[in-house]
């Protein structure tokens, strides 16, 4: 019997035992799974500002997480060793959620404050972070997701309640930049706009040459964002070359710096990363 997920936009239709583009949700005897459930590629205590979250609790440590998988097919990712990998070709260590709250817990002396959800794209693996969401909150630990943002409403607002922040990657502000990605823009504008309304957001754009770097597009954005509220932090980062855009050059520093002044026009707070 064939199932659809509704998670993302791809509505990918299953049949028993197949595995969706992600290659992580499965239509496994007709219910739609993650397979990679509490199955953690990278763990780390970071500091809040390398997801990057600089009007959140700066200065404290959080305690990041993530597996594999994704929804997107963004052939510039800097993290595509695991964001492309499926079941059984990556090392995992399986982390359950009360054992994850408990680690978060005993960090909290190296000043952590709870959990953030990331690396890959940790909202294809949607239970394990609600699950581990709902039990950080319940311990007095804050939850952050970096995410595509490329999600379907309905699910997104059951998870809500329990995220304290968000960093939003919007890839650019075309939709055909998001077709070449297997992305819809609309989709990520209203999470944004869904996410904004409940926990704290910033939105990261990372700025590749000749793809998403014109200043009309940057000054679109950055009007998008400001209608919704001109404090919404904007990281734009430098690309450089990796996955399957090595053939291309970094992006240069005073391109980055130009487009940040653009974004300023409209957003109270823009910051240039790896620059």
Do not use: W
Not at 40 to 67: M, Y
Not at 104 to 127: F, W
Not at 180 to 205: D, M, P, Q, R, Y
């Amino acid at each position: 019997m064939i199932e659809e997920c509704n998670l993302c936009p791809n509505f990918c239709k299953l049949k028993e035992g197949q595995e969706g583009l992600c290659k992580v949700r499965a239509n496994i005897q007709g219910k739609i799974l993650a397979l990679n459930y509490g199955e953690i590629t990278s763990i780390a205590l970071d500091p809040i500002e390398k997801k990057p979250l600089r009007r959140f609790h700066s200065g404290k440590n959080i305690l990041s997480v993530g597996s594999y998988g994704c929804n997107l097919r963004c052939p510039f990712c800097q993290n595509y060793h695991i964001s492309m990998a499926c079941k059984g070709s990556i090392s995992v260590q399986t982390v359950k959620p009360h054992e994850l709250i408990g680690l978060a817990l005993d960090l909290k002396l190296r000043g952590n404050i709870g959990i953030a959800y990331t690396y890959n794209e940790p909202l294809i693996s949607y239970e394990y972070v609600g699950d581990c969401a709902i039990l950080a909150k319940k311990n007095g630990l804050k939850n952050i997701v970096v995410t595509n943002g490329c999600f379907s409403e309905e699910p997104i607002r059951e998870l809500l309640p329990y995220i304290d922040a968000f960093n939003i990657d919007l890839k650019g502000f075309t939709e055909k930049f998001y077709k070449k990605i297997g992305g819809n823009l609309e989709t990520v504008k209203n999470f944004i706009k869904l996410a904004e309304k409940h926990s704290h957001v910033e939105v990261t754009t990372l700025i590749i040459p000749g793809e998403n770097d014109s200043e009309n597009e940057i000054r679109q954005l950055s009007e998008f964002l400001a209608r919704i509220n001109p404090c919404i932090p904007l990281h734009l980062s430098r690309f450089f070359p990796t996955y399957k855009m090595k053939d291309k050059n970094p992006t240069d520093i005073k391109t980055v710096f130009q487009l940040a002044d653009i974004a300023r026009e409209k957003l109270k707070y823009v910051y240039e990363g790896n620059c």
